[in-house]
T-cell receptor, first 115, second 115 residues
């Protein structure tokens, strides 16, 4: 069964450093997402991406964040200058179409630790 | 705005007994409702969803959920719990009227099945 994959599984970085989290969505999917889960809290929406542009973003997704689909398979989340409060589990998700009934399928997550 | 409430932080149930994990939602229009499960150190796995039609939805691993529009609830149920069902369960909603793709999650309920 096709699945969303993410690398790395765990990233440790120093405050102020740039990080790039990588995702490979399910191959025929067209809509891509990033969510995050701070330890002990709920999963929060960050951004959705379709047709090479951001379609929706939350207030969390400020100028420090950016997303890119650099090629036909990868979808990346970049944090330019990490802060301590960026420490969280970051989940990538994808679904096929615009129908809101479409199920979003999630990857296993990348645990980001900012020191 | 769309939101989800999961009133119980933790649910304990004996193996073999029926289980219920509660969820209520709030949307401005009609909802699409989802349940996801998260096992330790794993990503979010899709269990089931309600789109339209029959209020009782059947999903993976013997789980089902009942949509109740008047009570704005979507409780997750299973007739006979297994120890392997122990995990974190997230209810989620998507408002179909706003044209938004993002899914809003509840805070999660930890299910502990006692042997």
């Amino acid at each position: 069964e096709p699945e969303v994959t993410q690398t790395p599984s765990h990233q440790v970085t120093q405050m102020g450093q740039e990080v790039i989290l990588r995702c490979v969505p399910i191959s025929n999917h067209l809509y891509f997402y990033w969510y995050r889960q701070i330890l002990g809290q709920k999963v929060e929406f960050l951004v959705s991406f379709y047709n090479n542009e951001i379609s929706e973003k939350s207030e969390i997704f400020d100028d420090q964040f950016s997303v890119e689909r650099p090629d036909g398979s990868n979808f990346t989340l970049k944090i330019r200058s990490t802060k301590l409060e960026d420490s969280a589990m970051y989940f990538c998700a994808s679904n096929w179409g615009q129908d809101s009934a479409d199920t979003q399928y999630f990857g296993p997550g990348t645990r980001l630790t900012v020191l | 705005a769309q939101s989800v409430a999961q009133p119980e932080d933790q649910v304990n149930v004996a193996e073999g007994n029926p289980l219920t994990v509660k969820c209520t939602y709030s949307v401005s229009g009609n909802p699409y409702l989802f349940w996801y499960v998260q096992y330790p150190n794993r990503g979010l796995q899709f269990l089931l969803k309600y789109i339209t039609g029959d209020n009782l939805v059947k999903g993976s691993y013997g789980f089902e959920a009942e949509f109740n529009k008047s009570q704005t609830s979507f409780h997750l149920k299973k007739p006979s719990a297994l120890v392997s069902d122990s995990a974190l369960y997230f209810c989620a909603v998507r408002d179909i009227s706003g044209g938004y793709q993002k899914v809003t999650f509840g805070i999660g309920t930890k299910l502990q099945v006692i042997p």
